[in-house]
Nanobody, 123 residues
Framework: QVRLVESGGGLAQPGGSLRLSCAASGSIISINDMGWYRQAPGKQRELVAAITSGGSTNYADSVKGRFTISRDNAKNSVYLQMNSLKPEDTAVYSC?????????????????WGQGTQVTVSS
């Protein structure tokens, strides 16, 4: 079983920082694209940032210059450094990864989601 487990959410003041982590575990052969999504109450889920296995990154316009996505392939992990936080960044943040894994019947290529972590930006 492949699992993604996030950590690092919580409460921050406007202008503050938080760092999210997401670690994948299981019978993993390789991980392709990894990303962070968020969903605020009453809104659709949106892509915040993504990173390829080669390290190329992509950001939502609303977070460019404030958030940084990175990954550690040796640890099967992806991170999101969030600086200059704003109240509108408040949401549940979830990591997502395209993972190739071993199964009892062969190889599986599938997208996996973490359970989500709450980020609240408020004074």
């Amino acid at each position: 079983q492949v699992r993604l487990v996030e950590s690092g959410g919580g409460l921050a003041q406007p202008g503050g920082s938080l760092r999210l982590s997401c670690a994948a575990s299981g019978s993993i052969i390789s991980i392709n694209d990894m990303g962070w999504y968020r969903q605020a109450p009453g809104k659709q889920r949106e892509l915040v940032a993504a990173i390829t296995s080669g390290g190329s990154t992509n950001y939502a316009d609303s977070v460019k210059g404030r958030f940084t996505i990175s990954r550690d392939n040796a640890k099967n992990s992806v991170y999101l450094q969030m600086n200059s936080l704003k109240p509108e960044d408040t949401a549940v943040y979830s990591c997502n990864a395209l993972i190739i894994s071993k199964t009892d019947w062969g190889v599986r290529r599938n997208y996996y989601w973490g359970q989500g972590t709450q980020v609240t930006v408020s004074s």
